[in-house]
């Protein structure tokens, strides 16, 4: 994944214009864990909506695989910030929305597969319910079976635990480092946790302040399989207040 010398402008409803994105360089290799940290408003939610085909940037290019992004793909899936679920259908149903939609059949296998991951993420007793009758952590939970499903080969997640306890976050952030190990992905991961960020990533990007831009890279050399207790190391100590440092670094306060 390739985004080169990107810039995106949103237009405001009075037809100004507001710099989201400035001069956005990234490569993420197949099979890669990365995340991106940085300051809330700063850009990081628009890169994740211009990587899924969503929108298009205003200049600069972004490639997949050699293709410009200029549509979404079937084999990437988005978690977004929010959960946006089907209020009228039950919890099930929510985690096969995605082969609905894409017109693929519904089989044993994608019913067992949906089942499976509805039981990792602790909602199988749920399955008959409907989204309004779970907590917002379980929600962000559902939201979460329904962007495996369909086993992609890039999965774009928005802060896809901020609902979660500590525990359940850390517990389904390795469960996601076991998925991908067992069927490897490549992955872009926004977090406001810096902890997350380097418990799960190969690398780890910085985004500045708005206009936002990657201004820093750390690579996280830390041995895989990593399960929670790597957090207690002293090498997973460093290399969070580094990233942490950085990101103070490029944040401006906000008025
Ligand atoms: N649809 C929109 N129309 C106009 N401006 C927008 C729109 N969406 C986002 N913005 C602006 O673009 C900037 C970046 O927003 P974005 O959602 O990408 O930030 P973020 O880094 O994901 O923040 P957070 O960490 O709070 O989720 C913000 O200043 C925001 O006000
Ligand atoms: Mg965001």
């Known amino acids: 994944m390739e985004v080169s010398d990107v810039s995106f402008a949103y237009r405001n409803q009075d037809g100004t214009h507001m710099l989201a994105l400035r001069d956005v360089n990234l490569t993420v290799q197949r ?13 990081k939610s628009t890169l994740l909506r211009l990587l899924a085909g969503l ?51 519904v089989g044993r296998d994608e019913i067992a597969r949906a089942r499976e991951l509805l039981s990792m993420m602790g909602l199988l007793d749920f399955a008959e319910r409907r989204p309004g009758e779970l907590s917002g952590g379980m929600q962000q939970r559902l939201a979460l079976c329904r962007t495996l499903v369909t086993e992609p080969d890039i999965l774009l ?31 872009v991961l926004i977090t406001h946790s810096i902890a997350e960020a380097v418990l799960l990533s190969d690398r780890v990007y910085v985004m500045s302040s708005r206009p936002g831009t990657l201004c820093d890279e750390v690579e996280i050399k830390l041995p895989r399989p990593r399960l929670p207790e790597v957090m207690r190391a002293p090498l997973f100590q460093e290399f969070t207040t580094h990233v942490r440092d950085l990101v103070q670094q490029h944040s401006v306060r906000q008025s």
Not at 79 to 100: G, H
């Open 55 to 105: 929108m298009a940037p205003n200049r600069g290019r972004i490639t997949i695989d050699g293709d410009a992004t200029t549509h979404p793909r079937r084999n990437i899936s988005l978690a977004f910030q929010k959960p946006t679920l089907l209020p009228w259908s039950n919890v099930l149903d929510n985690v096969l929305f995605p082969f609905r939609h894409q017109s693929r059949p």
């Open 31 to 43: 099979n890669e864990f990365v995340s991106i940290v940085g300051q809330s408003g700063c850009g």
């Open 157 to 187: 997640m928005d802060e896809p635990f901020s609902a979660l306890d500590a525990l359940t976050r850390d517990e389904l952030g390795v469960e996601l480092l076991k998925i991908c190990a067992v069927k490897p992905k490549t992955v």
